[in-house]
């Protein structure tokens, strides 16, 4: 037997932090088949260039050993100048000794997870799916404080 | 699905999702379990309740699965067992394939445990008066209850309990402590539902 079922087919996936982001006003998409938040109603790339932001990317494919864990995990962006700040705030993780592309398995909010650094000022946050939704409150409480909003994937590219 | 036996398992598409799908019977009727992709949950459910709507299909509850469950003397590992526990003192013994070629873990210590008779014995156990003892009540003079219910479709008190390997016989009297009280209740090895399995496999 294929390990075929592990890989989402058929219909459109949900992020977990879907219904968060919805009620933060975003704007979705069907890409790649997942339902994408993919713009939000305020300044989102003035929040990249000043504060922070962060962007729910659980779509991204995810494989260990060969296997699809893309659904077993969710995903979050945080970049801008206050990324750093924000994730200190829920994660003991020192990120100032990081450099682009290292992958840090790293307690993030009490929970097991993984920090890839794309970026001094963006990183990449995988936790368990099933903590979407706290993660999703844990990220919006300290990023509230700093002045970070929640980004669509379309601010990403700038 | 036609053709697909009782411990079978395969990959189909439902609703469209590929899913793994088990026909399993963890409550004892006619049913399958569906693996899939997480992030896929909320339309399969969509199309689970849209399709079962016109045949009377429900969601249910885990402390209905749990009576139901404990009907067929079906075990939850980690309630009903602990670490000291083995497949020959929990009855199931037919779950061990020591004829195997191949490796797998916890054999060397399930040979151990094959050579000799378990000193304790899992069974189930029917409550004379209707009390429904508190799970980890004592079985005097040694054992304990791991699982407990009042059964609306027998109309009877059930559970599961480790007592000794010698008074693991239908219709044996035990007598649970629980609260200060003494109650007794009856042994039963085989289960309480179907125990001829006749639902699960048909």
């Known amino acids: 037997m294929t390990l075929e079922f592990l890989t989402p087919s058929g219909a459109v996936a949900h992020s977990p932090m879907e219904r968060q982001a919805r009620a933060a006003g975003a704007r979705f998409e069907v890409r790649d088949g997942w339902n994408v938040a993919v713009e939000y109603p305020h300044p989102e790339r003035q929040a990249l260039r000043e504060t922070a932001g962060w962007a729910d990317l659980s779509h991204l494919p995810k494989f260990e050993d060969g296997v699809d864990m893309t659904c077993a995990y969710a995903a979050l962006l945080i970049a801008g100048p206050l990324s750093r700040e924000l994730i200190a705030r829920f994660s003991a993780v020192d990120l100032r000794a990081s450099a682009p592309g290292d992958v840090m398995p790293v307690s993030i909010a009490r929970t097991p997870g993984a920090v890839l650094v794309q970026d001094t000022d963006r990183y990449l946050l995988r936790f368990g799916a099933a903590l979407g939704e706290y993660m999703w409150e844990v990220v919006g409480d300290a990023g509230g404080r700093l002045g970070a909003v929640p980004v669509g994937v379309d601010s990403l590219d700038a | ?202």
């Open chain 2, 1 to 202: 699905v036609p053709a697909l036996e009782y411990l079978d398992a395969r990959q189909a598409r439902v609703a469209g999702i590929t899913c793994l799908l088990l026909r399993i019977g963890f409550v004892g009727e006619l049913g399958y379990e569906l693996h899939f992709p997480a992030a896929l949950g909320e339309p399969l459910w969509d199309a689970l309740i849209a399709a079962g709507e016109p045949h009377g299909l429900k969601p249910f509850g885990l402390e209905a699965q749990r009576l139901l469950r404990a009907q067929k003397q079906h075990i939850i590992v980690g309630q009903d067992t602990d670490s000291e526990s083995t497949p020959y003192g929990a009855a199931m013994p037919w779950i061990v394939k020591l004829d195997k070629p191949q490796d797998f873990v916890g054999r060397w210590a399930l040979e151990h445990a094959a050579g000799e008779p378990p000193a304790a014995a899992l069974v189930g156990f029917e409550m004379a008066d209707g009390h429904v003892p508190a799970e980890g009540s004592v079985v005097l003079p040694d054992g304990q209850v791991t699982s407990a219910y009042r059964s609306p479709q027998l109309g009877r008190v059930i559970g599961l309990a480790w007592v000794p390997a010698a008074h693991a016989e239908d219709g044996r009297t035990i007598t649970i402590s629980d609260g200060g009280r003494r109650y007794t209740a009856t042994v039963a090895t085989k289960p309480f539902y179907d125990p001829e399995g006749k639902v699960l496999r048909g």
